[in-house]
């Protein structure tokens, strides 16, 4: 297993990313196709920058990637990225919708490596990262346009289940995931959820915001 985490630290340094990380987001990318070109992603959780990084990259330069973290972050797009907007403040700011929103008034795609800072204790660190998961997928829910895609890491647990069926009942298609680049003994997975089923009313929501 020291021989697989070993490939990703190196592969990511010779790409010039600064963490591994950007291979599990890499590899659902590949497989789902969670943004296109021209698309505006939010990456929450996103320091130090590799998802924001690979999503630049991807979206182009007619597209537009916000990272935001508790942690100030700040890296120039690749060459042909998009830009970056990167927000140093905690999910859970009242005001970081409208902040968000002053960049896009809507996102295709919301994706969260958001994890807490973990105790030992299994069911203390699962319910810290439900509570970030419940809060990334409440934003989620307000920034995503219609048919929007949300992916975001969960730590296995009892209450996981009951957030997946949330999922499948506001996204056409939900799969949990457990990328290669993961650590095999790690308890994290990713819960993807595809195609948004906007409401009528979020839809005036966003019409107004246009």
């Not at 989620?140 to 949300?150: M, P, R, S, W, Y």
Request: aromatic content about 10%; charged content about 30%.
């Amino acid at each position: 297993m020291r021989k697989v985490q070993d490939y990703y630290f190196k592969k990511a340094k010779k790409e010039k990313y600064p963490a591994r990380s950007v291979f599990k987001l890499e590899e659902v990318q590949k497989k789902y196709r969670l943004f296109r070109r021209g698309d505006a992603v939010l990456d929450l959780g996103c320091h130090p920058g590799s998802w924001s990084l690979y999503a630049s990259a991807v979206v182009g330069p007619s597209g537009a990637v916000v990272g935001v973290d508790l942690q100030e972050t700040s890296r120039e797009p690749r060459d042909g990225g998009s830009p970056i907007y990167w927000i140093c403040e905690d999910i859970t700011e009242p005001d970081l919708i409208a902040r968000v929103r002053r960049i896009r008034p809507g996102y295709k795609t919301v994706i969260s490596d958001i994890a807490p800072q973990t105790t030992g204790n299994r069911w203390a660190d699962h319910q810290q990262s439900m509570r970030l998961v419940r809060k990334s997928l409440e934003i989620a829910e307000i920034l995503l346009h219609d048919k929007g895609n949300f992916l975001c890491k969960i730590f296995q647990g009892e209450d996981m289940p009951e957030f997946i069926d949330e999922l499948k009942q506001r996204f056409a298609f939900v799969k949990v995931i457990k990328p290669q680049s993961s650590r095999k003994e790690s308890r994290e997975v990713f819960a993807l959820g595809m195609e948004y089923k906007k409401t009528p009313h979020q839809h005036e929501e966003m019409r107004d915001l246009s």
